[in-house]
């Protein structure tokens, strides 16, 4: 990902979609429920921070749980970005919702485990 706001899909990525610092940032948020990343989120949302860095200290905040929630938050939007993309190859809005309410399913699953 690119502190501009976008990336490329990596290695495995269904498409190269791009996802932005809004998307990471509500994602990261859903697995944050004690916000002890709101100072980090809004270095990086005013671009005092890249993402390189961002995640970084991320790990470092987070304790034993960082790499877990980073990890859980970048599949989580692969998977919305990837249920989004099947979605406009059938035309099915309704995959784009149920595949919403699964990656935040998912997410608070995660996060509460």
């Known amino acids: 990902m690119a502190e501009s706001g976008g990336t490329n899909g990596g290695a495995g990525a269904a498409s190269t979609a791009s996802i932005t610092i809004t998307e ?11 916000n002890v990343l709101a100072g980090l989120i809004d ?13 970084r200290q991320a790990r470092l905040l987070l304790g034993p749980r960082g790499p ?13 970005h990837q249920r989004a993309a099947q979605s406009r190859d059938t035309g099915s809005a309704d995959a784009t919702a149920q ?3 699964q990656a935040q399913a998912q997410a608070q699953a995660q996060a509460q485990a």
Request: proline residues 2%.
């Open 68 to 80: 877990e929630v980073l990890n859980a938050t970048v599949k989580a939007l692969q998977l919305k």
């Open 99 to 101: 595949a919403q309410a």
């Open 24 to 34: 990471l940032v509500a994602e990261i948020k859903k697995f944050d429920p004690n």
């Open 43 to 55: 270095e990086l949302t005013t671009k005092r921070i890249d993402l390189r860095a961002f995640c």
